[in-house]
Nanobody, 126 residues
């Protein structure tokens, strides 16, 4: 599976962005998909994931939780996964990566994902 992320950019705090991740390969529709992000000087962290059929989703539960602001979705007919990001904060600034899971169920550990996109920069100004 090859993944191509897009949709990042510069936005003011409170604004919105929609990231897309286009996949090639026959295994996309059977794989869980996830979004991760990595800010400068920090480790890559889990953001959100979606089951192979879109039947369940899971969001990061850390202090700067994204649940309620971000929505992950997928369109298997288009081999694409999306991350709608609303009410963006400066702490959301990071390179955002999409990834394809080894299996179809939602997982959060980076090691459970076999394929990664190149990343798209999201910068939120205050």
């Amino acid at each position: 599976v090859q993944l191509q992320a897009s949709g990042g950019g510069l936005v003011q705090a409170g604004g919105s962005l929609r990231l897309s991740c286009a996949a090639s390969g026959r295994t996309f529709s059977s794989s869980a998909m996830g979004w991760f992000r990595q800010a400068p000087g920090k480790e890559r962290e889990f953001v959100a994931a979606i089951r192979w059929n879109g039947g369940s989703t899971y969001y990061a539960g850390a202090a700067d939780a994204v649940k309620g602001r971000f929505t992950i979705s997928r369109d298997n007919a288009k081999n694409t996964v999306y991350l709608q990001m609303n009410t963006l904060k400066p702490e959301d600034t990071a390179v955002h990566y999409c990834a394809a899971g080894r299996f179809g169920l939602v997982v959060t550990a980076p090691g459970e994902y076999d394929y990664w996109g190149q990343g798209t920069q999201v910068t939120v100004s205050s």
